[in-house]
């Protein structure tokens, strides 16, 4: 019943209920549920054990360097609206890595996950492939087609698990449904940033995943046709601008963001300038006479936390992320040398992996540092690599023959 409860107000959060059902907009419903939820099972559990994950270290820092921010920040106001997000979302994660506990649950949870996503995609349907204005129906941090795209990316890999991983036919061609509804999603933002997202993660998946390179080649072949079939002009019009960048003044407007960013976080080297107050340093301090805004975007979490953390806060930052691979990478590992105990194959870490790169790689042009995918990512890391180490010390002694190491048997 408690991951039913979580699982609605994921969906809730990401479907943006409250644009649907007023009360759940004005009330913090939300969060006051997950604080109990989140005070329930801590008093169930010892907490100490996750901080044995430097993933929960390296972001535990990270959110109090947030609330610093209120002490020390050039806007100190301004640090109260990340920290309150970024504390929700870091509950978020506890919760994940307390109740799922096991394969059925980690399935329920993706399973839900894609399904919002792709109940968005046929939701914002006349935005997708159309004119890239409005906004999307959705939650928060799927404002426009660059946020929605970047969401649907992390969502993505998970439906192609779902896909490989089910041994009912039927089930398997819902799944694949559920992926190209997803990927429809994607590539009809014509978002830059998302397309280079979506093809940093099947070049993961070539790399990294597939054991059958020629079958990988051919599903991205599929997946490519698809594209170039269904795609809108202005699609290719606008990801040509990739090489094009210095005639498309959304691109030379985030190199001019970064290099400020660079700057304010050399002038404020330890700990920045405060978490959300680049735009306010920006208007302040480094605008100069012959720029066109006052405020402007980083259009990049990483530059955004060099600028508002300093070079402290950004290499945490990034640790918590490459730990996070890591993670998975010692799942898989641990999976593919005891595969004849465990049930879960390697490609349920590989595609947790998978959904991480192509959110780190939408990060580098977006700035929702705030939002709640890598939160949610790093739950379901944890809580994969806990079920396998679980699964392992419950299972018999293996045989001589149990012992050797199986190939992993998968797409």
């Known amino acids: 019943m408690l991951l039913y409860i979580f699982l609605f107000l994921i969906a809730a959060d990401y479907a ?53 921010a209120g002490i020390h920040g050039l806007i100190k106001n301004y640090a109260i609206e990340p920290l309150k997000v970024q504390i929700g979302y870091f509950i978020f994660m506890f919760i994940c890595i307390y ?26 349907l006349d935005k997708v492939g159309g004119e890239r204005v409005g906004f999307y129906i959705g939650g928060f941090f799927l404002g426009d087609g660059n ?36 990927l429809i999603g994607i590539v009809g933002t014509q978002s830059r940033g998302a397309s280079l997202a979506l093809a940093a993660g099947m070049l993961y998946y070539l790399s990294f995943i597939s054991n059958k390179r020629v079958a ?5 072949g599929i997946i490519g046709i698809g594209v170039i079939a269904f795609s809108p002009t202005s699609y290719f019009s606008r990801m040509g601008t990739i090489v094009d960048y ?22 404020n080297p330890i ?54 691979l890591k993670i998975n990478r010692e799942t898989q590992k641990l999976i593919a040398e005891n595969q004849q105990r465990l049930e879960i ?3 349920w870490p590989q595609a947790l ?30 809580a994969v690599h806990r079920i396998v180490v679980k699964e392992l010390e419950n299972s018999a002694e293996p045989t001589e023959e149990e012992s050797a190491p199986a190939r992993p048997r998968y797409f």
């Open 353 to 382: 992996n998978w959904a991480t790169i192509s959110w780190a790689v939408c990060a580098m042009f977006l700035t929702g540092y705030v939002y709640p995918h890598l939160f949610l990512l790093m739950g379901l890391t944890i």
């Open 99 to 124: 109740l799922v506990t096991n394969l059925k649950q980690f399935r329920l949870f993706t399973l839900v996950f894609t399904l919002v996503h792709a109940a968005l995609v046929v939701l914002n």
């Open 216 to 220: 990988g080649f051919i599903l991205i």
């Open 271 to 324: 700990l920045g300038v405060g978490a959300g107050s680049f735009n306010s340093a920006y208007g302040r301090f480094y605008k100069k006479p012959d720029d066109p805004a006052r405020w402007i975007s980083t259009h990049s979490v990483y530059f955004k936390v060099l600028a508002e953390y300093g070079f402290p806060g950004i290499i945490i930052y990034i640790l918590s992320i490459l730990h996070n």
């Open 246 to 267: 210095q005639e498309d003044s959304s691109a030379m407007g985030r190199l001019k963001a970064w290099r400020t960013a660079t700057e304010m976080a050399i002038d």
């Open 345 to 347: 194959t390697p490609f």
């Open 16 to 68: 943006g209920l409250g644009t649907f059902v007023p009360a759940f907009k004005a009330l913090p419903f939300t969060l006051v549920i997950s604080t109990l939820l989140f005070l329930y099972l801590i008093s169930k559990n010892k907490i100490s054990e996750l901080f044995q994950y430097k993933t929960v270290i390296y972001t535990f820092i990270f959110v109090l360097l947030t609330a610093f």
């Open 147 to 182: 946020d929605f795209g970047w969401s649907q990316n992390v969502a993505f890999p998970l439906a192609i698990h779902l896909a490989f991983t089910t041994k009912n036919t039927l089930f398997k061609y819902g799944y694949v449904a559920l992926a190209l509804i997803i």
